[in-house]
């Protein structure tokens, strides 16, 4: 006999990514019954940073002004998602997420309307909106150029605080490294940060900690560590580390698996613990209906194949990303959507999907391809009218973006998840 749960719920988001747990977050906060269907693995390469827009200017550098590129696309660019959104309402939806994870134990920091430059574990200094409060002390140690210690960790491969000195030298000269034993881990021949983070949740690393460092030290007030501060209090353990050594403390991004991402997942997973959003985290959509007129129906499946479950719902947000998580599929043909069969905009010929050179700064067109909404974020089938009337798209997924080149995966997720649930949430009144 086949064991499948049979379920039914006012919304279903497809996809567990960030717009897909951003949009989760929005659902239960306006008490929409919803069930949210698939893993979040990609947060282990996130890393942990909010960026609304970064795009690098060729004139005058790193992007200070979010909002002034927003606006050149509110008053040009209308295929792109943003243009469908005003300012006021993605300052809300970044307000309201950061207030939900900054109460699930991850708070974030940044200037009202301004990017900050965080300093990352390639020496590069990335343009974002908001940041792990972790991270507060990177942006004013690299902005006044403070005398800094760097800390390496024998045994860590994933960070080298001396390619990092290396690599900012030519404009921060005030920065030293020294690189220490981690506490009860000396033994190891090579250390991951996860595992790192892990161990300074208790006191007696933390206590352990302070006392290598501390003979480090030679009158720097910053020190810089890769990301490392535990994994559910790392404000609470930088605080406290601060208070021992006298000195402020802050955190730099690595590379996966990152610390910082398992850290946003896990506040994510918090902040939906008792609310109307149930979670299917092991599971994913492979057979969707939509009947016009009538609720959709989605069979999952679990990750071994099994089938697991029957979902009926009034409205579904697709919010399953691009090629990576299989939200679109390319093949020699085209690029198609799997589950729904919907539209997507894309270079008619496969010979100009990409540009001659691959750091061509203008990007590549198949990074535009997408599935085009309405004004309330839902795709667009034949003669350009919605493909069905209660379903929405959010993230990546849709068209008109090149979210990498414009360092604006984040807020591109956070807002069209805002904007559809709003309209959702309308919809219901």
Known sequence: MENKTHLKTDLVIIGAGMAGLAGAVFAANRGINTILVGGAGAFEYASGLLDLWGLTHPDNGYCKDPWQDLA????SRHFHPFSKICPSTIETAFGELTDVLGQNGLAYAGLPR??????TAFGTAKPTFRYPVTMAHNVTAFRDKNPTLLLDFNGLREFRARFVQQVLSSTWQ???????????????SELVTPLMAQAMETEQVQ???????????????????????????????????????GVNLFEIPTSPISVPGIRLKESFKKALEDTCVTRLPDQRVLLASQNPGKDFVLETHTHSGIRAARIQAGTCLLATGRFLSKGLISDRKGITEPLFNLRVDQPTDREHWHAASYFDPKGHAVNLA?????????????????AHEKLYAAGSIL?????????????????????AIEQIALGRT
């Open 207 to 245: 206590d352990k900690f302070a006392a290598a460092v501390r003979p480090q030290l030679k009158g720097e007030q910053f020190i810089g560590v890769p990301a490392i501060l535990g994994i559910n209090t790392a404000d609470k353990i930088r605080k406290r580390l601060e208070g021992l050594l």
């Open 174 to 188: 005030n920065i030293r490294i020294a690189a220490i034993d981690f506490p009860q881990m000396s033994g190891r």
């Open 399 to 419: 068209a008109g973006q090149d979210w990498m080149r414009t360092r604006s995966g984040a807020g591109l997720s956070i807002a069209t998840a805002f904007s």
């Open 370 to 386: 997408g599935i085009t909404t309405d004004e309330r974020f839902r795709p667009l089938g034949r003669k350009n009218l919605p």
């Open 72 to 75: 050149q696309i509110q008053a």
């Open 114 to 119: 301004e990017n900050s430059q965080i300093i």
